[in-house]
Antibody, heavy 121, light 107 residues
Framework: QVQLQESGPGLVKPSETLSLSCTVSGGSITSYSWSWIRQTPGRGLEWIGHIYTTGSTNYNPSLKSRVTISVDTSKNQLSLKLDSVTAADTAVYYC???????????????WGQGTLVTVSS | DIQLTQSPSSLSASVGDRVTITCRAS??????LNWYQQKPGKAPKLLIY???SLQSGVPSRFSGSGSGTDFTLTISSLQPEDFVTYYC?????????FGGGTKVEIK
C-alpha cells in the first residue's frame, strides 16, 4: 500500500523559502495526483495545491503567487516550495494522494504523517 | 470559496451512543463531500467519500448521507477509539475546502 513521508526543516526564517519533500513508497508517483495540505489551530485544514499526473498544477489562489509543487520521478518524491514565508505560514504540512473518481469527485487518501514547520527568526 | 460549516463544533457522548455530525455547504455541492477522522497528533484519515461511500477498512458503524448543501456523518454506536475529531471536505469547486471540525468527547 502507498505510504507517504514528509521531510524538511522544522524551522524557517521569515522572508525565506520553505522547502519540503514527500517520499512516496509502495507505488509509483507517476500513477496518481498529489496534494499538499496544511493545518493550523487557527485556520484549520487548508489546501495548498495539487500536481496532476500530467505534471500540471493547481494552487490555492490565496497562496498561488508563492507556491511551487513539483515531482521528482527518479526519487519518487513530491516537493513543496513556499516563498517569502511569515509567521502565518507556521503549520503542520501534509502531503496526500489525490484520488479522482468522476466528475468533481475526488478525495485525499492516504496522508503523510505531517511535519511541523515553524517560521521564526 | 465554498464554506463548510460543521455543527456542533464539539459534543459529549458515551460509549454506545448514536452520534450525528452535520456539515452545511455555502452553495450546493451535489454529493462531492468527504469525511475524515483525525486522532491527536496524527494525519486525517478518510472515512467516507462521495457523501455516502464507506472507505475500505472503515467500520460499518460509520455512515454518511446528504446532497446539495446538507450532509451528515453518523456513528451508530460510539466506540472508545471514536472520541476524536471529524472533518468534512468538498471537492465540487476549487479550492477544495474543509469544515472547521467536530470534536467528539467522552461524557
Amino acid at each position: 500500500q502507498v505510504q507517504l513521508q514528509e521531510s524538511g526543516p522544522g524551522l524557517v526564517k521569515p522572508s525565506e523559502t520553505l522547502s519540503l519533500s514527500c517520499t512516496v513508497s509502495g507505488g509509483s508517483i507517476t500513477s496518481y495526483s498529489w496534494s499538499w495540505i496544511r493545518q493550523t489551530p487557527g485556520r484549520g485544514l487548508e489546501w495548498i495545491g495539487h500536481i496532476y499526473t500530467t505534471g500540471s498544477t493547481n494552487y490555492n489562489p490565496s497562496l498561488k503567487s508563492r507556491v511551487t509543487i513539483s515531482v521528482d520521478t527518479s526519487k519518487n518524491q513530491l516537493s513543496l516550495k513556499l516563498d517569502s514565508v511569515t509567521a502565518a505560514d507556521t503549520a503542520v504540512y501534509y502531503c496526500a494522494r489525490r484520488i479522482y473518481s468522476s466528475g468533481y469527485s475526488y478525495w485525499f487518501d492516504p496522508w503523510g504523517q505531517g511535519t511541523l514547520v515553524t517560521v521564526s527568526s | 470559496d465554498i464554506q463548510l460549516t460543521q455543527s456542533p463544533s464539539s459534543l459529549s457522548a458515551s460509549v454506545g451512543d448514536r452520534v450525528t455530525i452535520t456539515c452545511r455547504a455555502s452553495h450546493s455541492i451535489s454529493s462531492y463531500l468527504n469525511w475524515y477522522q483525525q486522532k491527536p497528533g496524527k494525519a486525517p484519515k478518510l472515512l467516507i467519500y462521495a457523501a455516502s461511500s464507506l472507505q475500505s477498512g472503515v467500520p460499518s458503524r460509520f455512515s454518511g448521507s446528504g446532497s446539495g448543501t446538507d450532509f451528515t456523518l453518523t456513528i451508530s454506536s460510539l466506540q472508545p477509539e471514536d472520541f476524536v475529531t471529524y472533518y468534512c471536505q468538498q471537492s465540487y469547486s476549487s479550492p477544495p475546502t474543509f469544515g472547521g471540525g467536530t470534536k467528539v468527547e467522552i461524557k
